[in-house]
Nanobody
């Protein structure tokens, strides 16, 4: 009942910045957490960042701490991922995710999320 559409991906330079956006539509009132996962070439899908929509509490994987910031705009039903100091290792498909409520697995667990966007490619040149 929730649809997620990502935008903002593309080609970035090492040391540069990109900002991803995810717009949620449908039963947005039912969403609890939103966040981002990514999957690099030959890698498993991994947690990047998440935000609790009611409190704006955030969680971020260690490798992007200090570089990536997740935020939300409730009025726009939008979550952002500001990516600074990009590294080649940040390359991958970034997926926006949303949970309908707290299932108990935790915000870093992909099974927490009921809704997934189609993904947006981020490529960082070396």
């Amino acid at each position: 009942q929730v649809q997620l559409v990502e935008s903002g991906g593309g080609l970035g330079q090492a040391g540069g910045s990109l900002r991803l956006s995810c717009v949620a539509s449908g039963r947005t009132s039912s969403t609890y957490n939103m966040g981002w996962f990514r999957q690099g070439p030959g890698k498993e899908r991994e947690f990047v960042a998440a935000i609790r929509l009611t409190t704006a509490y955030t969680s971020t994987r260690d490798s992007v701490k200090g570089r990536f910031t997740i935020s939300r705009d409730i009025a726009k039903n939008t979550v952002y991922l500001q990516m600074n100091s990009l590294r080649h290792e940040d390359t991958g498909v970034y997926y926006c995710v949303a949970s309908s409520d707290y299932s108990g697995s935790g915000c870093r667990d992909m099974h927490e999320y009921d809704y997934w966007g189609q993904g947006t490619q981020v490529t960082v040149s070396s």
